[in-house]
């Protein structure tokens, strides 16, 4: 997920759907009363997929069960990018891999994706295709357009949309629930954006330094960086793997 300010939101409401929140979505802080507009999108360029899943095959190798969570999964793009990688290189294998936790703080955000039909650019089903090695229509099917400022929407196929549980929650209070050990959190390009009253990212990386044990793994995103989440990450006991964006807890 990433946010973006939205310089005219009475233009920008006016031309697309608010009430569905799936590529764009409306965020108000209620501190600064500033409007944001949230986009997500398919197999986002900032995290190597196949780098990621092929350290995912080989960090589990043996391991029967692996916990995988999504905080500020938005419409679902990310969780089911992830599924779908995770079908491609293990087939049956990636079983225990699920089912993927997927939230996200904004309830309308849950009910678009439970609901199972999510907005694209045309120029995103490009990337869905060549990520999905010519295959997409494996995946999805297409389905009735929901917000008119998208160009297309695909509807996840079968047991995609069973991998995934989609939930409304806070990350802080998701952590408390996460086993320590074989966890995979993805939570990424929201850092920034948490409250700096409290200095709540350096709270976060320190609960996540506190829970998580070797075993597992912590992934974030190319705009995290603007509020040092690597070095908060590093503070409390992460190191970043050989695929950029990815931690693990360093061992005792």
């Known amino acids: 997920m990433n946010i973006t300010a939205v310089q005219n939101y009475n233009l920008y409401s006016k031309q697309c759907n608010p009430n569905f929140k799936a590529n764009n979505r409306k965020i108000i802080d209620k501190a600064t009363g500033n409007v944001y507009k949230t986009t997500t999108y398919f197999f986002r360029e900032d995290l190597n997929w196949d780098g990621f899943v ?16 999504n905080d500020a999964c938005s419409g679902g793009h990310e969780p089911v990018s992830l599924a779908i990688k995770l079908k491609q290189r293990m087939g049956k294998r990636a079983d225990k891999f699920f089912p993927i936790h997927a939230s996200d703080y904004n309830p309308t955000n849950i009910k678009n994706a439970k609901a199972g039909i999510m907005g694209i650019k045309n120029e995103e089903l490009y990337r869905i295709n060549e990520e999905t090695n010519n295959r997409y229509r494996d995946y999805f099917s297409f389905a009735p357009r929901t917000n ?25 209070k998701n952590i ?20 700096e009253d409290g200095n709540n990212a350096e709270k976060l990386a320190q609960k996540l330094g506190e829970k998580l ?22 503070k409390y006991g992460f190191e970043e793997t050989p695929v950029q964006y990815v931690f693990q807890k360093r061992g005792k």
């Not at 408390?176 to 929201?190: A, D, H, Y």
């Not at 044990?213 to 590093?234: A, P, Q």
Request: aromatic share 10%.
């Open 176 to 195: 408390e629930q996460m086993p320590s050990s074989n966890t995979v959190l993805l939570c990424r390009n929201f850092w920034r954006y948490l409250p």
């Open 213 to 234: 044990d070797s075993s597992s793994l912590v992934v974030i995103g190319e705009h995290d960086g603007e509020c040092n989440t690597k070095g908060l990450l590093e």
């Open 54 to 69: 092929k350290l995912l095959d080989n960090k589990y190798k043996d391991t029967l069960k692996v916990n995988v969570y």
């Open 148 to 172: 008119f400022c998208d160009d297309l929407a695909l509807s996840p196929k079968g047991d995609l949309s069973k991998n995934i549980e989609y939930k409304q929650g806070d990350i802080f």
